[in-house]
């Protein structure tokens, strides 16, 4: 879960990890595979990634089946590489 400054939930612990936002999204561990969150907690992109990276200028790379793909901010993707 995610807290403000005083220690109250802002999202609930309903993830199996998370990180810190970027861009407005954070990385969170939903059934083994990846997604991103909003600030109110909503999933913007569904897990369905091996392994993510932050957002950095509106692009975030991201891994599945050894295919490997930059997303845009709401999760569609730009541009595919790899197998």
């Known amino acids: ?4 400054t005083t220690g109250k939930f802002v999202i609930d612990p309903k993830f199996e990890a998370g990180g810190d936002f970027h861009e407005g999204l954070a990385r969170v561990v ?4 990846i997604g991103f969150i909003d600030q109110t907690g909503q999933l913007v992109v569904k897990p369905n990634y091996e392994q993510a990276q932050d957002f ?3 692009l975030a790379l991201v891994v599945n089946n050894g295919i ?3 997303i845009d901010l709401n999760g569609n ?4 590489f790899g197998n």
């Open 68 to 70: 490997y793909q930059y």
């Open 77 to 80: 993707v730009i541009f595919t």
């Open 1 to 4: 879960g995610y807290i403000n």
């Open 56 to 58: 950095n200028q509106g």
């Open 30 to 33: 939903e059934s083994g595979l």
